[in-house]
């Protein structure tokens, strides 16, 4: 049993580059979030889908975009690449909106 | 804004000792009450979670939640050497049952043999 997957797990970019990261889950779960973590600052919620066919933005959504795939797979998705979006992104799925999330294990995205 | 704070450490525990993890959140909205364990390096992996006030008890672990004082902790008995890593508390954002979380940035625990 997978849980989340997350592809890839390393990724380097340069600046203006654009790139997908995947996730997927294997849960049967309706909700499926995106964050990024940096030092300092935690996790910090970048779009959610509460439901397939739904997304909204999180606290910090500028420069990214996501599309909800079917039930299983929520990507992230970046446009032009800044040095200010290297850090490490986690996917991560909940059978409802108030139940616990359950995380995949992390892109490390570094933009040079 | 809302807010999820925590003390950042380190907490530094001998073996055997009770680790007492702390968490107040702003928003007297939320319902839904978290914490998750992360190893360096790792993602974080959900160790409790709590929706009603009181305690909550789950092995070594017990978390307790007070809406009226808002906050909730993280008890952890006979702690390891193993339990040694980042804690994270996470609360729902409020009203609505969005589904989404605002973290605290992490107790870091050190349990000493």
């Known amino acids: 049993n997978a849980g989340v997957t997350q592809t890839p797990k390393f990724q380097v970019l340069k600046t203006g580059q654009s790139m997908t990261l995947q996730c997927a889950q294997d849960?049967?779960?309706?909700?499926m979030y995106w964050y990024r973590q940096d030092p300092g600052m935690g996790l910090r919620l970048i779009y959610y889908?509460?439901?397939?066919?739904?997304?909204d933005k999180g606290e910090v959504p500028n420069g990214y975009n996501v599309s909800r795939l079917n039930k299983r797979e929520f990507s992230l998705r970046l446009e032009s690449a800044a040095p200010s979006q290297t850090s490490v992104y986690f996917c991560a799925s909940s059978q409802g909106r108030v139940q616990p999330q359950h995380f995949g294990d992390g892109t490390r995205l570094s933009i040079l | 804004q809302k807010e999820v704070e925590q003390n950042s450490g380190p907490l530094s525990v001998p073996e055997g000792a009770i680790a007492s993890l702390n968490c107040t959140y702003s928003?007297?909205?939320?319902?839904?009450f978290f914490w998750y364990r992360q190893y360096s390096g790792k993602s974080p992996e959900l160790i409790m979670f709590?929706?009603?006030?009181g305690d909550k008890e789950d092995g070594r672990f017990t978390a307790q939640l007070n809406k009226a004082s808002q906050y909730v902790s993280l008890l952890i008995r006979d702690s390891q050497p193993s339990d040694s890593a980042t804690y994270l508390c996470?609360?729902?954002?409020?009203?609505?049952?969005?589904?989404?979380?605002?973290f605290g940035q992490g107790t870091t625990l050190q349990v000493k043999p």
């Open positions: 996470a609360v729902n954002a409020g009203s609505g049952n969005t589904g989404k979380l605002i």
């Open positions: 889908s509460a439901s397939e066919g739904t997304t």
């Open positions: 849960m049967n779960h309706n909700s």
């Open positions: 709590i929706y009603s006030n």
């Open positions: 928003d007297r909205g939320s319902q839904s």
